[in-house]
């Protein structure tokens, strides 16, 4: 049973941004998600920060730059609109929401906070999924916006999505994993995607869909250049390497066995124990320490999860090339409609040729730091969350 949170009786808070006002553009409210790793992460660097304020635990987490940050609002802010943005499984923070706007906590929940019990979210644990809906509902009633951006869209419900509904101009989905045709995405009024494939499959039932890469943050190059540097590292590996990568592990075992390869990853658990990996193998690094593994390696490897298909679309492609890495990624059809293969990235079709690439380039050091700048400029030029942001609210503005 959903807790219930009674509503305050006191007038609307304008807490975290100023009044709504006529002219200040599109009011945007983004609902998304964190890994459950990063969150366990983030509150046991910060100690005590789960008992602080609503402001407070957003701004260290948007500070944190892991994903997507608070790019997306930062950036339709600077584009002369409003926008709010909440991470609707961090149990601490949505807690200090309710709080600060009148509304009543169950005890359990403050208790479990309190104690760190309720740090690695309960959105996860399935089937407790939709124990936070009331109190996004009540953020939506709160900010009315004129679009609801819901980058998690797997996590609300048909009757969550309704009665959102009720208090948006706008609903607009965002979607980047596998696509379960069983849930209620009529009622959206549109659907952007990274992948072409599923712009094509929501189209094809009848949806209004549309494509919307993912982008690089050129503020983080300052975050850098203030940061101590990583130790150097010949060539890189960040990512995941869960049993829901196989394809990655038997590529990276390949790249074990013929170059310097350092490989950074939260889950090793689908690795044999005899893997090459497990000698290459570093923790998880996070938000800016991941930006400065990038920055410090020659070289970084890239290879999508099953789930891209045949389409290059994830956001390594945009970081490694953005903070001015080599990068090193596996060919897909539109690839060339991103970057110019061989000019700014480099892409290979087996293990074996991106074991050779690897070696060629770091053997023409000259050949690596230019195609490595060509990326970074082709990124700073065309891939960045501004431009990201201006293609979204010319989307937005199509059903508004």
């Known amino acids: 049973m959903l807790p219930v949170l009674r509503q ?23 609902l998304d998600t964190d890994y459950s790793g990063f969150l366990t992460d983030l509150y046991g660097r910060h100690r005590g ?18 994903g997507s940050a608070d790019f997306r609002s930062q950036n339709l802010r ?6 709010h943005e909440i991470w609707i499984n961090n149990a601490p923070m949505m807690c200090a929401w309710a709080v600060e706007h009148g509304f009543s906590v169950p ?24 124990r936070f809906d009331e109190l996004i509902i009540a953020q939506v009633k709160h900010y009315r916006p004129d679009v609801v951006f819901n980058i998690a869209m797997r996590f609300l419900s ?17 979607h980047g994993s596998p696509i379960d045709m069983q849930s209620d995405y009529g009622q959206y009024d549109l659907i952007v995607s990274l992948l072409p494939d599923y712009v094509a499959q929501f189209r094809k039932v009848g949806l209004k869909a549309e494509l919307c890469r993912l982008g690089f943050e050129p503020d983080i190059l300052d975050r850098l250049h203030h940061s101590p540097p990583h130790d150097p590292v010949d060539v890189s590996f960040v990512g995941s390497v869960s049993s829901l990568h196989i394809g990655r592990i038997r590529l990276l075992e390949a790249l074990c066995e013929r170059t310097p390869i350092q490989i950074w990853a939260n889950d090793f658990g689908a690795l044999d124990e005899k893997s ?20 410090a390696s020659r070289i970084t490897v890239n290879a999508h999860g099953e789930i891209a298909n045949r389409y290059a679309a994830n956001m390594r492609m945009y970081e490694a090339t953005g903070v001015g890495t080599l990068l090193v990624t596996d060919w897909k059809p539109n690839l060339d409609s991103i970057f110019a293969i061989g000019e700014e990235v480099v892409a290979y ?29 082709r990124t700073l030029a065309e891939h960045t969350y501004r431009h990201r942001m201006g293609e979204l609210v010319e989307l937005v503005s199509t059903i508004l």
């Open 107 to 130: 005890s359990e929940w403050e208790l479990a906070i309190r104690y760190r019990r309720g740090i690695v979210p309960w959105i996860y644990r399935r089937p407790a999924a939709n």
């Open 276 to 295: 090459p990996i497990c000698g290459r193998a570093h923790g998880p690094v996070w938000g800016l320490d991941m930006y400065r593994v990038l920055q």
């Open 158 to 174: 048909g009757g969550t999505l309704r009665e959102i509904r009720r208090w948006t101009r706008a609903l607009v989905g965002y």
């Open 349 to 377: 079709r087996t293990p074996e040729e991106c074991a050779d690439l690897i070696i060629s380039y770091l053997n023409s050091e000259s050949a690596r730091r230019g195609v490595a700048a060509a990326g970074q400029r």
């Open 49 to 66: 920060l789960e008992m602080c304020s609503f402001a407070e635990q957003a701004h260290v987490r948007a500070e944190s730059l892991f």
């Open 8 to 30: 305050p009786t006191c007038g609307r808070s304008r807490h975290w941004a100023g009044d709504l006002h006529e002219g200040a553009g599109v009011r945007f409210l983004i």
């Open 78 to 83: 600077l584009l002369g609109h409003e926008a």
